[in-house]
């Protein structure tokens, strides 16, 4: 029997697929981080199943535990608390151990706050970068945002809402041009998505929020896009236009910043 990796909602409890439901119904275990949690989703769509705790304090004994059943045929159902186990999550190695003794592993997609956050962030584009929960620590975020500085496409984190105050500074301070969106309790009664600068949000976001976070920070410009704008601004100048209004026509055509252009313009000059 297959090891079957399910997801299962991030919020709203409705947001399930039927196969999930199905398999959770139909396996000899499954196995959660928290049985009270999933009990209570479990009793939401009307399923009667035998839990077994799996956590990362655990982990690793369950493993050693749990591959066997498997080799012997139980059919076994994985969950986190929300989305899909593996990802930020445990089950990593509960998978690679099933693959390596020749088990199959099925996976049930549905729910995740990386993919969520990112669609209404409005800042999706062809590519992105998930980083997890953001560093502790002003060192750890600041080496973070040196490496973000030109990449170029979206990045998905997530954040504790305490500690979201001191994060949207630290980044104000080092990408003060950069668009973020803090997208909070997702899916569920007062979810919110809130778009702007890191500092615009910070004004927002000043007290640590309530519920979960999920961050998405915009895209950098690339070198050669930027070097080609500030040129672009020197030689409207040079013709006579005014240079904010220069900066400000250059970053309408190439989406960007017009404080940014304006003032590098100023330091090439």
């Known amino acids: 029997m297959p090891l079957a990796v399910c997801a299962t909602p991030i919020g709203n409890l409705e947001d399930v697929t039927l196969r999930v439901l199905q398999e959770l119904a139909e396996a000899d275990i499954v196995l959660c981080e928290d049985t009270r949690h999933t009990r209570g989703l479990l009793e939401r769509h009307g399923?009667?199943?035998?839990?077994?705790?799996?956590?990362r304090h655990n982990e690793a004994s369950r493993v050693s535990e749990l591959v066997p059943r498997l080799?012997?045929?139980?059919?076994?159902?994985?969950?986190?608390?929300?989305?899909?186990?593996?990802?930020?999550?445990?089950?990593?190695?509960?998978i690679a151990a099933?693959?390596?003794?020749?088990?199959?592993?099925?996976?049930?997609?549905?729910?995740?706050?990386?993919e969520t956050a990112l669609v209404a962030s409005g800042l999706a584009g062809l590519r992105y970068l998930f980083v997890g929960y953001l560093p502790r620590g002003e060192k750890g975020l600041a080496a973070l945002w040196a490496e973000l500085e030109r990449f170029p496409d979206?990045?998905?984190?997530?954040?504790?809402?305490q500690r979201l105050p001191a994060t949207l500074r630290s980044l104000a301070a080092a990408l003060p041009d950069r668009q973020v969106a803090v997208c909070r309790e997702l899916t569920k009664r007062f979810e919110e998505v809130a778009r702007g600068t890191a500092a615009e949000l910070l004004e927002r976001f000043?007290?640590?929020?309530?519920?979960?976070?999920?961050?998405?920070?915009?895209?950098g410009v690339a070198k050669v896009e930027e070097t080609a704008a500030l040129e672009a601004v020197r030689e409207l100048v040079g013709a006579g236009v005014p240079r904010r209004q220069a900066a400000d026509v250059v970053s309408r055509l190439l989406s960007l910043s017009r404080n940014t252009l304006y003032r590098e313009s100023l330091q090439s000059d």
């Open 47 to 55: 399923i009667r199943a035998r839990l077994l705790s799996y956590h």
């Open 71 to 94: 080799e012997a045929g139980e059919r076994i159902a994985l969950v986190s608390d929300a989305g899909l186990p593996g990802i930020n999550d445990p089950g990593a190695r509960l």
């Open 98 to 114: 099933a693959l390596e003794a020749g088990a199959a592993v099925t996976v049930l997609p549905g729910p995740s706050a990386v």
């Open 154 to 161: 979206p990045v998905v984190a997530f954040e504790s809402p």
């Open 206 to 219: 000043s007290d640590a929020p309530k519920g979960e976070v999920t961050l998405v920070i915009g895209g």
